[in-house]
């Protein structure tokens, strides 16, 4: 069974409140699919994440080109790739990303993981930013199959979700 989590009208501030929420309750090895159209705030969103991880976020740029950059930062891997440039889902697996996937201790975001998703694992979270009709508010949508990972989204984005 599907969950889905809508939480909307989001700033940066917001963003990076949200960010420490999934790195205070997700476990230390995850895969989060990035979806969302150029610029909707993907690599933003990796970068909130990765300073919730204690990753300077200055180091983490669009991974457009090198297709995978990795950080460490306290014993946790944050792996970062981005789907755009990939041209099927054989070169992405080529990229080794399996094995990135069973990774204890690391999370693997992936932008665009839309482009890929025939080879994306069962227990992904997908992540979905819509951009609104303000310019500096985001939409975001959480989705999972996976019974486990759903727990635990309810729990992290409670006190997020509005009342009512
Ligand atoms: N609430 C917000 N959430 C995310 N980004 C925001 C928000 N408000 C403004 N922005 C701005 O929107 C831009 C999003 O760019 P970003 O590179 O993160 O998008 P992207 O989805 O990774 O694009 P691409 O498809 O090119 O990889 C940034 O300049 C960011 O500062
Ligand atoms: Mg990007």
Same mark, same amino acid.
Request: net charge negative; hydrophobic share 35%; proline share 7%.
């Given at each position: 069974m599907n969950t889905t989590l809508l939480i909307e009208s989001l700033d940066l501030d917001d963003l990076q409140n949200l960010a420490n929420r999934l790195v205070m309750c997700f476990p230390s090895r995850l895969t989060i699919g990035l979806v969302g159209t150029l610029g909707a705030g993907k690599t933003t969103l990796v970068q909130a994440i990765s300073s919730a991880m204690g990753v300077d976020r200055s180091d983490v740029t669009s991974p457009t080109f090198t297709l995978l950059q990795s950080h460490c930062a306290g014993g946790q891997t944050l792996h970062h790739l981005d789907a755009y440039r990939v041209a099927d889902e054989d070169e992405f697996l080529e990229l080794g990303v399996e094995e990135l996937f069973?990774? #204890?201790?690391?999370?693997?975001l992936i932008e665009w993981a839309d482009?890929? #998703?025939?080879?994306?694992?069962d227990n992904v979270l997908w992540l979905e930013i819509q951009i609104e009709s303000h310019p500096d508010r985001r939409t975001v949508e959480f989705r999972t199959s996976d019974h486990e990972l759903s727990q635990v989204l309810k729990t992290a984005l409670r006190e997020m979700m509005p009342k009512g």
């Open positions: 069973d990774q #204890e201790q690391a999370w693997t482009r890929v #998703e025939g080879v994306m694992p």
